[in-house]
T-cell receptor
Framework: RKEVEQDPGPFNVPEGATVAFNCTYS??????FFWYRQDCRKEPKLLMS???SGNEDGRFTAQLNRASQYISLLIRDSKLSDSATYLC?????????????FGTGTQLKVEL | NAGVTQTPKFRVLKTGQSMTLLCAQD?????MYWYRQDPGMGLRLIHY???????AKGEVPDGYNVSRLKKQNFLLGLESAAPSQTSVYFC??????????FGSGTRLTVV
């Protein structure tokens, strides 16, 4: 079983729609949680960190459910510029240091 | 600030050739990482380093070696390239568990 799993999509949504992505993680020792955005052929860039209390940044809301071991990302009022791949990532602390482990990513296409 | 710089950006190798990918960061980060990204596989950790002079294996270390002789540099070596190593390679650095910064990637094709 992969340590971090995501639905690969693609999610094709009209502009203005609300879209939600979920991600599950298998290691209960996971310490920190993130959503990254990756544009085609570019490096991943941090979108937001994810906290148990939930956090919001403009049109983006992230939530962590430790009991069920999943994190979510909600995008409201989708824009064409939101089209990208969204990667969830978790940090697992090991004796050798922390490791950022990624899901395979969910592709979002926002259409007119 | 340059952040994380990877060289080269593109490379084509013949099977059996060797090469070294260079990652340089100017943020004084202790932690550095090498990932590879393949279609449908996400980013997978190859090797990482928690400080100058230290290295550790990640998820897919076979066929690669690394060195961290200076804090700001993390080198990834392919001793005998294979077509299965065709991929996009990303380097990253971080301050402990926060603030991962990625380089722009190296696109490697092995023919």
């Amino acid at each position: 079983r992969k340590e971090v799993e995501q639905d690969p999509g693609p999610f094709n949504v009209p502009e203005g729609a609300t879209v939600a992505f979920n991600c599950t993680y298998s290691n209960s020792a996971s310490q920190s949680f993130f959503w990254y955005r990756q544009d085609c052929r570019k490096e991943p860039k941090l979108l937001m960190s994810v906290y148990s209390s939930g956090n919001e940044d403009g049109r983006f809301t992230a939530q962590l459910n430790r009991a069920s071991q999943y994190i979510s990302l909600l995008i409201r009022d989708s824009k064409l510029s939101d089209s990208a791949t969204y990667l969830c990532a978790v940090i697992i602390l090991t004796g050798g240091g922390n490791k950022l482990t990624f899901g395979t990513g969910t592709q979002l296409k926002v259409e007119l | 600030n340059a952040g994380v710089t990877q060289t080269p950006k593109f490379r084509v190798l013949k099977t059996g050739q060797s090469m070294t990918l260079l990652c340089a960061q100017d943020m004084n980060h202790e932690y550095m990482y090498w990932y590879r990204q393949d279609p449908g596989m996400g980013l997978r950790l190859i090797h990482y380093s928690v400080g100058e002079g230290t290295t550790a294996k990640g998820e897919v270390p076979d066929g690669y070696n690394v060195s961290r002789l200076k804090k700001q540099n993390f080198l990834l070596g392919l001793e005998s390239a294979a077509p299965s190593q065709t991929s996009v390679y990303f380097c990253a650095s971080s301050f402990q568990i926060y603030g991962y910064t990625f380089g722009s990637g190296t696109r490697l094709t092995v023919v």
